[in-house]
């Protein structure tokens, strides 16, 4: 294998939404700059996510400075939302915590996501990351906090794991769902340079000058058998991971990190594996 480095970066700046993929991302200690600090919930404040709403698959969200958002959807004028002043803050479920977020200040924002989506939602913001949420005590160190995310700061895959994957799904039940990309996973961060499944035993390493503390094997949903473009569900690559990938009771692909200093990482940084389990 040749030397380990940082493929790709990937900042999603609503929850469920497709993203960005920069050259570079500023971090910071709940995550990627901006990646998910936006989410929608439902009328009763739970998350709203393409567990229960695949077409988000198919909107996007790009950054604007400030924070802000310009969205996107099919058949769907684009529209920029600010980011609201905190006041207002409505308590929203998220899995199993309990949030406080503040509803976008402009309606036409509700309405453009509900009229996409064809359900009542409203667009919320998280201001202050450092308070809001902490890393599932399980996992976390003191003060550890995350955004939107579904649980950590940072998703890493590894492109040869994928590859891994990917093979094992065209000898399995289902050959014409493969290859899959890796957009499937969400990832924050991919690496390439690496053997397939090497990220398992990892527990700290370093991007460039970023240190990140692995906290935990990520353990995979129905949204990755979500098709990111056509918002089609299918059986892969859950069945495989199922066959091959069972560990802890979950069904396992990439690593949660959690940063533990702040800087910039740029495609085409280094990894380095500063410890192992």
């Known amino acids: 294998m040749g030397h380990a480095q940082l493929q790709s970066i ?5 929850k469920s939404v497709r993203g960005q993929s920069p050259r570079e991302a500023v971090v910071e200690p709940w995550g990627l700059a901006g990646d ?3 989410a929608l919930i439902d009328d009763g404040g739970k998350v709203v996510t393409q567990r229960r709403q695949p077409r988000l ?3 996007a969200a790009e950054l604007v400075p400030g924070g802000g958002v310009r969205l996107s959807a099919p058949g769907m004028d ?4 600010s980011v609201p002043e905190p006041i207002g803050a409505v308590t929203m479920e998220i899995f199993r915590d309990k949030v406080d977020a503040f509803p976008a200040a402009d309606a036409a924002a509700h309405a453009w996501c509900s009229d996409y989506l064809g359900a009542e939602v409203r667009l919320v913001h998280m201001d202050a990351p450092a308070t809001r949420r902490p890393v599932d005590p399980e996992y976390a160190l003191p003060g550890e906090t995350v955004t939107f995310a579904d649980g950590y700061p940072l998703l890493l895959t590894s492109a040869a794991s994928l590859d891994a994957l990917n093979s094992l799904i065209a000898q399995g039940d289902h050959p014409q769902e493969g290859p899959l990309p890796m957009n499937r996973f969400r990832p ?20 460039g000058e970023v240190v990140f503390r692995v906290a935990k094997k990520c353990g995979r949903c129905v949204v990755t058998t979500t098709d990111q473009d056509t918002a089609g569900r299918g059986s892969e690559p859950l069945h495989t991971l199922g066959r091959h990938r069972h560990l802890g009771g979950k069904l396992v692909f990439g690593q949660n990190l959690v940063p533990q200093s702040r800087g910039t990482i740029r495609v085409g940084d280094p ?5 192992r389990d």
């Open 10 to 14: 990937h900042v999603h700046p609503v």
């Open 36 to 38: 998910r600090r936006w």
């Open 57 to 59: 698959s198919m909107a």
């Open 78 to 81: 684009p529209l920029t939302v």
């Open 188 to 207: 924050n961060v991919v690496v390439s340079g690496t053997p397939a499944w090497a990220e398992d035993d990892w527990s700290r390493l370093a991007i």
């Open 271 to 275: 990894v380095r594996i500063l410890d």
